[in-house]
Nanobody, 125 residues
Framework: QVQLQESGPGLVKPSQTLSLTCTVS??????????WSWIRQPPGKGLEWMGA???????YYSPSLRSRTSISRDTSKNQFSLQLTSVTPEDTAVYYC?????????????????WGKGTLVTVSS
């Protein structure tokens, strides 16, 4: 059973960088034909896909967040991470990590089958 767990600070100050890590168990992030995504949900709003990293380490980002987003991985720890720079209160959200698999895995966003429980990050001074 694949499990994902988000971790990181729950409070970030405006203009700082939000950093989160997703630890994957029960499967390897280097397994072929998989991608690993970050998604967020601001309070009272819908889900927003932020970006993902593929099994070979290539990345793809939402155009609206590309300038502020970076996704990386540590294969030795079976983890992938999110960095979001220059945060504002509008970046307050529950942040999720998820696995992308299936026939549409190459989209990096369609076909999420395993999700973390999510972690609330509040941007406030």
């Amino acid at each position: 059973q694949v499990q994902l767990q988000e971790s990181g600070p729950g409070l970030v100050k405006p203009s700082q960088t939000l950093s989160l890590t997703c630890t994957v168990s029960g499967g390897s992030i280097t397994t072929s034909y998989l991608a690993w995504s970050w998604i967020r949900q601001p309070p009272g709003k819908g889900l927003e896909w932020m970006g993902a990293i593929g099994y070979v380490g290539n990345t793809y980002y939402s155009p609206s967040l590309r300038s502020r987003t970076s996704i990386s991985r540590d294969t030795s720890k079976n983890q992938f991470s999110l960095q979001l720079t220059s945060v504002t209160p509008e970046d307050t959200a529950v942040y999720y990590c998820a696995r992308v698999s299936g026939s549409n895995w190459y989209t990096f966003r369609y076909g999420m089958d395993y999700w973390g429980k999510g972690t609330l990050v509040t941007v406030s001074s």
